[in-house]
């Protein structure tokens, strides 16, 4: 799934929880969101892998449908 930049709507080059827009030259932080009820979910790491929580009644959220939200970042 593409995600773009808030401020000029490019898809942004992803590198894991990190966007970069080459068009405006700004970066983002990709917070994960629940699809169902668009609420931060809770990451959950171990043994190398990573899962996502919701922590409003939607369970484990499969990476797959993770919505990935551009927060400013550094």
């Known amino acids: 799934m593409d995600i773009h930049c808030p401020d000029c709507q490019t898809i942004l080059e992803q590198d894991g929880l990190q966007g970069h827009c080459p068009a405006c030259g700004h970066h983002f932080t990709l917070a994960p969101h629940c699809p169902e009820c668009h609420q931060s979910l809770e990451v959950l790491k171990a043994c190398g892998a990573v899962d996502y929580f ?10 797959k449908r993770v919505e990935f939200v551009p927060q400013p970042g550094t």
């Open 54 to 63: 919701c922590q409003h009644g939607h369970g484990m959220i499969s990476r």
